[in-house]
T-cell receptor
């Protein structure tokens, strides 16, 4: 149980275009999902917390107009990178927390974004 | 706010031997959890072991065990009988206020 999927697994886009990444909880309902960014051989940095039915909470320094997050259902959160630039190239990982109080998160397999 | 420190960027262990990965953390929260996550070359994050801060007993999970020293805010991971499949990046993580804070990670290599 507690499987999280992401789509696509990798994407290449041109500078100035927008890219949408989907995160789904496959076998449980996730009221809260999280989006992380990871640079090569570095740690995960939390970008935002996505709450079903409400606005996302962004971490300090993350541009909310650039990284649009929508959590329209209990099993789906999306991250849209708007007007992407080469510096947005990175590995994006989502996670979901199961109901309960353990703080454990289940992670998706990640999406590698390359902006040309 | 929470901080996690993993001071060793890399470690190496001989297959079948034991290795300990160190971690210290800081938090003002009284209610928190500690985790070790593994990230193999596939980059899929995998939970290795979890420790509730209110429990004194150290968590164990097959070949993996922790040494949780709450007063010292230390949370080390011991891997026994290391296997080639243990080679990965390991992150020490603290969970508090519904968020996870990651350490910088340590790359573990296993020598055959």
């Amino acid at each position: 149980g507690a499987v999280v999927s992401q789509h696509p697994s990798w994407v290449i886009c041109k500078s100035g275009t927008s890219v949408k990444i989907e995160c789904r909880s496959l076998d449980f309902q996730a009221t809260t999902m999280f989006w992380y960014r990871q640079f090569p051989k570095q740690s995960l940095m939390l970008m935002a917390t996505s709450n079903e039915g409400s606005k996302a909470t962004y971490e300090q320094g993350v541009e909310k107009d650039k990284f649009l997050i929508n959590h329209a259902s209990l099993t789906l959160s999306t991250l849209t990178v708007t007007s992407a630039h080469p510096e947005d190239s990175s590995f994006y990982i989502c996670s979901a927390r199961t109901p309960g109080g353990t703080n454990e998160q289940f992670f998706g397999p990640g999406t590698r974004l390359t902006v040309l | 706010a929470q901080t996690v420190t993993q001071s060793q960027p890399e470690m190496s262990v001989q297959e079948a031997e034991t290795v300990t990965l160190s971690c210290t953390y800081d938090t003002s929260e009284s209610d928190y959890y500690l985790f070790w996550y593994k990230q193999p070359p596939s980059r899929q994050m995998i939970l290795v072991i979890r420790q509730e801060a209110y429990k004194q007993q150290n968590a164990t999970e097959n070949r993996f065990s922790v040494n949780f020293q709450k007063a010292a805010k230390s949370f080390s991971l011991k891997i026994s009988d290391s296997q080639l499949g243990d080679a990965a990046m390991y992150f020490c993580v603290i969970g508090a206020n519904s968020k996870l804070t990651f350490g910088k990670g340590i790359t573990l290599s296993v020598r055959p």
